[in-house]
């Protein structure tokens, strides 16, 4: 099965803005930031651009959504169920999950976390 072209697009910019919260996270565990509520990061969704709205999320949950290469952290509403599905749901986040059409175009992961 093979996704439309605009949603490849929107699947690879969800990688850049995982880049971006790695990097973030990076930044954060070196000046030792991370509270219990968690940190702010990017939505990643795949909006055009990005959408530029700010994530919660707790450390436990962003490690375990870095730990596939598939899954990102985006606001609730901005789930594309073209090309993910929703696995995990706060008022806050909501964690996606790519179907596998879309895993080839986020398999870039900072981390090398492979899909399972």
């Known amino acids: 099965m ?4 605009r949603f490849e697009r929107q699947a690879q910019n969800e990688a ?7 990097g973030i996270a990076q930044l954060r565990e070196r000046a ?11 939505c990643e969704c795949g909006e055009e651009g990005g959408c530029g ?3 919660r999320v707790p450390l436990e949950v962003y490690e375990r959504v870095r ?7 985006v606001k ?4 594309t169920p073209e090309i993910e599905r929703a696995i995990e749901w706060t008022d806050a986040y909501v964690v ?8 080839p175009f986020v398999a870039d992961d900072p981390r090398g976390a492979a899909s399972s």
């Open 53 to 55: 709205m700010r994530v």
């Open 96 to 103: 996606v999950d790519k179907i596998p059409a879309a895993e």
């Open 2 to 5: 093979s996704i439309p072209e």
């Open 32 to 42: 030792q930031a991370w509270t219990p509520e968690g940190t702010d990061f990017l």
């Open 67 to 73: 730990a596939q290469d598939d899954r990102f952290v």
């Open 16 to 22: 850049l803005f995982r880049e971006v919260n790695e």
């Open 76 to 79: 609730p509403g901005h789930e």
